[in-house]
Structure formats: structure tokens, C-alpha cells
Nanobody
Framework: QVQLVESGGGLVPAGASLRLSCAAS????????MAWYRQAPGKQRELVAG???????NYQDSVRGRFTISRDNAKNTVYLQMNSLMPEDTAVYYC?????????WGQGTQVTVSS
């Protein structure tokens, strides 16, 4: 079955960096558009960054210039490099895969940024 497994979250001070990884299995990774979402306590899940199968990227305004999404199709993995982290980046970060009518989510990884 399809699995998306996120890793790389943790507790860091403001200004630090983290790199999240999402390893996909059970699906043909290449054609899938991939994305990172996040959900903070009491808030709705929101798109952080996306990367299409062709490698085109888009970012939420609040993270543009600080976060970078990338993918390695040979490793079936999508990454989110997060620099200059701020307390407002604290959330559970989820990986999402989408292709045609197929949509899959990972279980999430917690990112906590202390002030």
C-alpha cells in the first residue's frame, strides 16, 4: 500500500534550520505532484510549498525565501529545507502526494521553534 513517511522534525531555537524528508513507497513517485502542508494548534492545515512532477515550485508567502522544496525521484523522496525558522513556523508538517484522482497524506512530523 501507499506510504508517505515524514522525518526530520524536532525542537530548535529561532533562527535554526531543519530539513524535513518524506519517503514515498507503493506508488510511481515521478508523476506525482508533491507538497508540504502544516497545521498549528487551533488552525487549519495550510499549504507551505509544492513541487510538481516537472519540478516547478510554489511557496506560501510567509516562507518564500526561507524554505526550499526539492525532490529526488531516484530516492522517491521530497525534502523541505527550512532556514531562519521562527516560532510561528511551529506546527505539524505533513507530506502530500497527488496525481489525477489519487491523493495521499503522511502521518506528520512535529516542528517546534522556541523563541
Amino acid at each position: 500500500q501507499v506510504q508517505l513517511v515524514e522525518s526530520g522534525g524536532g525542537l530548535v531555537p529561532a533562527g535554526a534550520s531543519l530539513r524535513l524528508s518524506c519517503a514515498a513507497s507503493g506508488l510511481p513517485f515521478g508523476p506525482y505532484d508533491m507538497a508540504w502542508y502544516r497545521q498549528a494548534p487551533g488552525k487549519q492545515r495550510e499549504l507551505v510549498a509544492g513541487i510538481t512532477s516537472a519540478g516547478n515550485t510554489n511557496y506560501q508567502d510567509s516562507v518564500r525565501g526561507r524554505f526550499t522544496i526539492s525532490r529526488d525521484n531516484a530516492k522517491n523522496t521530497v525534502y523541505l529545507q527550512m532556514n531562519s525558522l521562527m516560532p510561528e513556523d511551529t506546527a505539524v508538517y505533513y507530506c502530500r502526494a497527488r496525481f489525477s484522482g489519487y491523493l495521499y497524506w503522511g502521518q506528520g512530523t512535529q516542528v517546534t521553534v522556541s523563541s
